[in-house]
Each structure stands twice: as C-alpha cells, then as structure tokens.
C-alpha cells in the first residue's frame, strides 16, 4: 500500500549500512517477541529486509497448507445471485 512506500523505500536503500537498517529495526521491534525481533535482525544482517513480504507471504502459504487451508478463485460469466453464491460458499467451506 501507499502508506508502506517509505518504508519500502527505506529497506531497498543502497546508500543506508545493514548495520544502520540491523539497529533501526531493533529500535522499531521493541516489544516484539523475541524470535520475531531476532528473526528481523538476521533479514537486516543479511541484507534481506526488502524480502520480507515475500518471506510473508510464503509463510502464510506453507501455514494455510498445514491448517488445509487453500486459496480458490471463483470466475463467472455473469454475477452471481446470492443463494448461488451461498451454494459456492457452502461448497467451498465443507
């Protein structure tokens, strides 16, 4: 999103040391869980802060797997009515 553009801006940063970014990310996960804090410290160490959304989003995948959870996409030529809707939902969820 727009309001993450700094923020983004700031990780992809060449000219700022991963020392610098290694500090600043501590300052900033400052009550975080230890192994949160400590797994963003290693992502700074390593240069890998800008990867953190994909890092995100294959975590989230590997953990929807494990529940059983699965993305699905529902395409129609034409909007649906809401009891074919409640029909998909229905199936989708069972």
């Known amino acids: 999103s727009e309001s993450n553009e700094p923020w983004k801006t700031y990780l ?3 000219i700022i040391s991963r ?3 290694a500090a600043d990310v501590a300052k900033i ?8 804090r400590g797994f963003l410290n290693v992502l ?3 240069g890998r802060l800008p990867e953190i959304n994909k890092i995100i989003g294959s ?10 959870i699965v993305d699905a996409t529902v ?11 409640k029909t ?5 969820t069972s």
């Open 59 to 68: 975590f989230n995948t590997i953990l929807n797997a494990k529940r059983g």
């Open 44 to 46: 700074a160490e390593n």
């Open 12 to 14: 992809s940063n060449p």
């Open 19 to 21: 020392t610098d970014k």
């Open 88 to 92: 998909i939902t229905s199936a989708i």
């Open 29 to 36: 996960s400052k009550g975080m869980n230890e192994t949160t």
């Open 75 to 85: 395409t129609a030529a034409e909007e649906l009515s809401a009891k074919q809707l």
